[in-house]
């Protein structure tokens, strides 16, 4: 005893190692973070076959994510590290960069562009397998292509409008009429059409990407009452999540209170458009549609007549009730989570128009488009 009391700050060290130790123990495992907006790491299942697997699978691998994730009084210590780096003048933090103005935005030098090529030629097989259909796609840059006055010097992300070009020549030449969205959202870019805290455009910037699209196919931009729209304050995004910067300031989530007759996800009957109990929680964007789902149907006898699919990403949740007010009835797929074929849905749903509408980073990323010809 005598000899460890010679050495009081190694002492001090491993009692600070194992008391954390004995609380992460002890306390139990959160499913969710609020503060990341993501669920956690939970305790694996212990087996000699998982503890001697040194793949991403194996047990060692599966507790050090596990510790990580459900370190004691994790959320005020990812807050003090954002101080910290701040008081140390750093601009980014886990991939997102801190801009002028209370923006973030996201570091993107580049993409897979072998699964770019894969999903685009599934698009044109896909237009193969529906001749007579109107077919548009749509693709939407990410924030910081637009608003370059709100970057930070040097940040050396691909242009995104460049590469949107390019994939526009190609698919026009298999029959796909396309949107101009980036110079859509160009025209108001002193406007709120990005959300400060989030990766998405904001309802206004849908409408603005809804009014060219409405030009574009022979339809009339049905522009919603004033008294219909709608706010909730202290909206935290996707960015914020990654990063946690300590002095970010919360968005205003915005959508508009729409007339529509029925609304049916994945079979079942939904009460509109909006989860207004995602208004409790901290992703708030899965709000609109009910969030991700696979199938959508949306009806409303008083919209001219017409049908028309929409595949898309995220990015159409917010677009999609304006749709609703041009067509009677807008049918919604996610690749994601399509519980059946979509020649089938085509079919049934008697389609007379198709819309693809994705971001680019997605369009880029996505695994699913292999469904397009299920």
């Known amino acids: 005893m005598k000899k460890l009391l010679q050495y ?21 495992s959160k499913a969710f973070s609020e503060l990341e907006n993501k669920y956690l790491a939970q305790r694996p299942a212990f ?17 050090e994510k596990y510790v990580n994730e459900q370190f004691p009084l994790r959320d005020g210590w990812i807050s003090l590290k954002s101080r910290a780096e701040s008081a140390l003048g750093k601009i980014e933090n886990n991939g997102i960069v801190y801009g002028r103005d209370g923006y973030l935005f996201d570091k993107y030098r580049g993409y897979d562009a072998g699964r770019l090529e894969k999903n685009l030629g599934l698009l044109e097989r896909f237009a193969e397998k529906t001749p007579g259909l109107d077919r548009t796609l749509m693709v939407i840059p990410a924030s910081y292509n637009l608003l370059t006055d709100k970057l930070p010097e040097g940040l050396g992300n691909i242009d995104q409008i460049r590469e949107i070009e390019a994939v526009y020549e190609r698919a026009q030449q298999s029959g796909y009429r396309t949107v101009d969205a980036a110079a859509a959202l160009m025209a108001h870019v ?14 206004d910037g849908a409408w603005y990407g809804y009014e060219a699209f409405a ?20 909206f935290w995004g ?12 919360p968005d205003t989530l915005v959508w508009y209170d729409l007339p529509v007759d029925s609304v049916t996800i994945d079979g079942s009957e939904a009460d509109g458009m909006y ?6 929680k901290r992703d708030r964007y899965a709000m609109f549609l009910h969030a991700n789902n696979g199938v959508t149907v949306l009806q409303n006898n008083g ?6 699919l929409v595949i898309k990403d995220s990015y159409a949740n917010c677009f999609v009730p304006f749709l609703t007010q041009s067509y009677s009835k807008v049918v919604v797929v996610d690749l994601r989570s399509m519980p059946k074929g979509l020649a089938e849905l085509i079919h049934s749903e008697r389609i007379e128009e198709i819309l693809v509408l994705y971001s680019f980073e997605n369009l880029a990323s996505d695994s699913n488009f292999p469904r397009l010809l299920y």
């Not at 989860?275 to 409790?280: T, V, Y």
């Open 8 to 28: 009081p700050v190694t002492v001090l060290f491993f009692l600070f190692l194992f008391g954390f130790s004995l609380t992460n123990f002890l306390t139990p």
């Open 47 to 63: 087996s000699w076959k998982a503890l001697l697997d040194s793949s991403d699978k194996g047990f060692a691998q599966k507790f």
């Open 190 to 203: 002193q406007e709120e059409i990005y959300y400060r805290t989030d990766h998405h455009w904001t309802t």
């Open 215 to 234: 030009a574009a196919a022979g339809r009339q931009a049905i522009r919603p009452d004033s008294a219909l729209r709608r706010t909730s304050e202290g």
């Open 238 to 249: 996707t960015y914020f999540s990654k990063a946690k910067k300590y002095n970010a300031a």
């Open 275 to 280: 989860d207004l109990s995602q208004l409790e």
């Open 303 to 308: 919209a001219p007549e017409g049908s028309i």
